[in-house]
Structures are given as structure tokens and as C-alpha cells.
Nanobody, 124 residues
Framework: QVQLVESGGGLVQPGGSLRLSCEASGFTLESYAIGWFRQAPGKEREGVSCIRHTDGSTYYVDSVKGRFTISRDNAKNTVYLQMNSLKPEDTAVYYC?????????????????WGKGTLVTVSS
């Protein structure tokens, strides 16, 4: 059974940093990518970043480029999202998800398994 467990969310002041973790287990996909999505109150879920497990190639949406960094530790089956220079508009529940294949895209319907999310609140 595939499980994705996010951690690392919390309350942080604007300009601060957080590192989210996504620990994956229970799957044996040969090729996959893991993505981070977020959903702010009253808004639709949006993609943030994704990483290919084979070569570590990454993709970011424009709103987080230069501030967020996605990385992976294949030995630990864990993907990280380092978030710096956080803004109030980054406040959301952050989810990680896994998709088959190697294409780096953030279409939520392509992702088969999802974690339950971790809340990030950016506020002074």
C-alpha cells in the first residue's frame, strides 16, 4: 500500500524558512516523479514543484522560483521542499504526491497517490 507522509509544516514569520519532508513507502515504481502541491483557504489546489527520482531533475512554478528548492534522498525514500523567503501568500496546506513516468509536470490528475498534507502558515 502506497503511503506518503508529509511533515515539517508550522507557523513562520514572513521572510522565514521551513523545510517540508515527504516520506514515501509501499511502492515499487521504476520510474516516477514526486510533486508538491498546495491549497490555500478558498482556493484551488496548485502545483508548486516536482522532482524526477532517477536524475533529480526539477521543475518549479514561477511563483516559487528562487525561493523554494526541492530535493530527494532516494535511500530514505524522502523528498524535501526547502522554502525560504516565505510570504503570507504561501500560506496553505502542502501535499506531496507521486505520479508514474518521468515527465516533470504538475497536473494534479496525473498523480496517483497523495499524502494528507501539512499546514504552513506565514504570518507575523
Amino acid at each position: 500500500q502506497v503511503q506518503l507522509v508529509e511533515s515539517g509544516g508550522g507557523l513562520v514569520q514572513p521572510g522565514g524558512s521551513l523545510r517540508l519532508s515527504c516520506e514515501a513507502s509501499g511502492f515499487t515504481l521504476e520510474s516516477y516523479a514526486i510533486g508538491w502541491f498546495r491549497q490555500a483557504p478558498g482556493k484551488e489546489r496548485e502545483g508548486v514543484s516536482c522532482i524526477r527520482h532517477t536524475d533529480g531533475s526539477t521543475y518549479y512554478v514561477d511563483s516559487v522560483k528562487g525561493r523554494f528548492t526541492i530535493s530527494r534522498d532516494n535511500a530514505k525514500n524522502t523528498v524535501y521542499l526547502q522554502m525560504n523567503s516565505l510570504k503570507p501568500e504561501d500560506t496553505a496546506v502542502y501535499y506531496c504526491a507521486i505520479k508514474r513516468g518521468l515527465l516533470l509536470r504538475l497536473f494534479s490528475w496525473e498523480y496517483d497517490y497523495w499524502g494528507k498534507g501539512t499546514l504552513v502558515t506565514v504570518s507575523s
